[in-house]
């Protein structure tokens, strides 16, 4: 409960906010999804110096009367054409010399989606232009601007030790998918091999049966799956 | 790799920084332990306006030429006299209004510390004045200042989910442990009474036994234990 009193509406009159030299403050954002069996995360080509040329996270200053999310939805909106995408904060990164115009401090969010949802969330049709393999930007040769690429490693880590103790690989997934795919996708994130029938253990609890199977491809016939949000990570 | 050639230096030199009306940046802290059964977060009482008088997480502005994490350094040993402590980043908080002198984003750092070391850590030899009971601080009638009650409970939150998956209990122990004072700890950050046997095996490989016994009290002896560091969590 605030308490207002007149010396303290007078203290505010006369706060002078100006008093210390202040940072500015961006939001980046990784969105990454798995195309072609690969983990690919969204970044654009910088237009501008410094580091122009350079390929860079979708970020955005903070406006001053704006939220985090509110820049973030704008940033991306702006810088990728994409809307309605769902981020989570990932961390905040302060090193006093991250950015050569001055000192930036930047909030960084992640987002993690299907292919099939990224496309149909893609206003501007350029999406898949934009979509990077994470191994090539981490390469040591790949021009990336800023500290962005160790926010990219820190990111891959997160899904990496997340996939193991909570569902989220099943952001990856399309809304029916078949066991094998699944179990595609979690070596993806997870950057091993897995054994069949210890990956089926763990996440039977996770999925649940359609009465449908796929079709059209040279393969027989698999039955397809469907998240079961009531379920446990075992 | 960053380019710099004279273009981007010109760019540079020019660029002015002031451009933009910026935010401030903040860091607040959250120290948390367990003391007579009951956990407890360190917090300072505001001397000045807005919120002079109520409780407060400690917490400072974060210098021009400083980091987030030196930033939290300064501020732990001014408002508390603490040192040496380990923080990990918790969230940024960037809400437009969250500060009724101007525009704040603070990013919040959280630790959990045992009460032996707590005390070990104290210089000033006055924490024990600052520590409160997270209960009542949530309760709807303590006078907190700014949103530091939405900040304790989103870290009171994440606790109790980290608990389930990882060993972060382990924190709040000192270095030599009975498994019925481990179990009360885990019940506290759970806030919900464990099953004896379910609790051992859950726990059992995160702990080895010593060949030492506690003594001194009323009780007959019990075996000591220490964190097994090697140990996953079940």
């Given at each position: 409960?605030?308490?207002?009193?007149?010396?303290?509406?007078?203290?505010?009159?006369?706060?002078?906010?100006?008093?210390?030299?202040?940072?500015?403050?961006?939001?980046?954002?990784?969105?990454f999804t798995i195309e072609d069996d690969t983990l690919k995360v969204v970044m654009v080509e910088r237009?501008?110096?410094?580091?122009?040329?350079?390929?860079?996270?979708?970020?955005?200053?903070?406006?001053?009367?704006?939220?985090?999310?509110?820049?973030?939805?704008?940033?991306?909106?702006?810088?990728?054409?994409?809307?309605?995408?769902?981020?989570?904060?990932?961390?905040?990164?302060?090193?006093?010399?991250?950015?050569?115009?001055?000192?930036?401090?930047?909030?960084?969010?992640?987002a993690l989606v299907s292919k099939d949802q990224l496309y149909a969330k893609d206003a501007g049709g350029?999406?898949?232009?934009?979509?990077?393999?994470v191994e090539e930007v981490l390469q040591k040769d790949c021009e990336v601007a800023f500290d962005h690429?160790?926010?990219?490693?820190?990111?891959?880590?997160?899904?990496?030790?997340?996939?193991?103790?909570?569902?989220?690989?099943?952001?990856?997934?399309?809304?029916?998918?078949?066991?094998?795919?699944?179990?595609?996708?979690?070596?993806?994130?997870?950057?091993?091999?897995?054994?069949?029938?210890?990956?089926?253990?763990?996440?039977?609890?996770?999925?649940?049966?359609?009465?449908?199977?796929?079709?059209?491809?040279?393969?027989?016939?698999?039955?397809?799956?469907?998240?079961?949000?009531?379920?446990?990570?075992?």
């Open positions: 409960m605030k308490k207002t009193n007149l010396e303290e509406k007078e203290f505010l009159q006369k706060y002078d906010s100006s008093m210390f030299e202040k940072p500015s403050v961006a939001v980046d954002v990784l969105i237009e501008e110096f410094p580091y122009k040329g350079c390929l860079a996270l979708p970020g955005v200053f903070v406006g001053i009367e704006e939220s985090l999310e509110e820049a973030v939805k704008r940033g991306v909106k702006v810088e990728t054409g994409l809307t309605d995408i769902y981020f989570e904060q990932l961390y905040t990164w302060g090193d006093v010399r991250r950015d050569p115009r001055m000192r930036i401090i930047s909030v960084s969010y992640m350029d999406i898949g232009r934009l979509l990077h393999p690429k160790k926010i990219i490693e820190y990111a891959r880590e997160r899904i990496k030790n997340k996939v193991e103790y909570s569902d989220i690989a099943f952001n990856f997934m399309s809304e029916k998918f078949t066991l094998p795919k699944l179990q595609k996708v979690y070596e993806i994130l997870l950057d091993k091999e897995l054994y069949k029938a210890n990956f089926r253990k763990k996440i039977s609890n996770m999925v649940a049966e359609t009465e449908e199977y796929t079709s059209g491809d040279a393969y027989r016939p698999s039955k397809l799956y469907v998240r079961n949000s009531e379920g446990d990570c075992k």
